[in-house]
């Protein structure tokens, strides 16, 4: 469970760590990858909270909240 407002902008700004698409923004990962997680199960800790969240944001139509957390993340840093 995401905890803060902080944790949602991790979406935006976190890169992957590992794997295919490492160093990519988490917000950038394609739904395909997000739902592979899915059937493999997403990874513990905060990462796979964030993983689960982005994948509900992305195959719920809600990519809209991410181009608003990319512009607050912008603003914060800047």
Known sequence: ?????????????????????????????????LEWFHRKGFTAGKLGVLLSTLLIIKSNGLEHILTDLRKLSHSQNG
Do not use: C, F, I, W
């Not at 995401?2 to 698409?21: A, C, F, H, S």
């Open 1 to 33: 469970m995401l905890e803060n407002k902080e944790d949602l902008l991790k979406l935006v700004t976190q890169r992957m760590p590992y794997g295919k698409y490492k160093d990519r923004v988490l917000a950038d990962l394609p739904v395909s990858y």
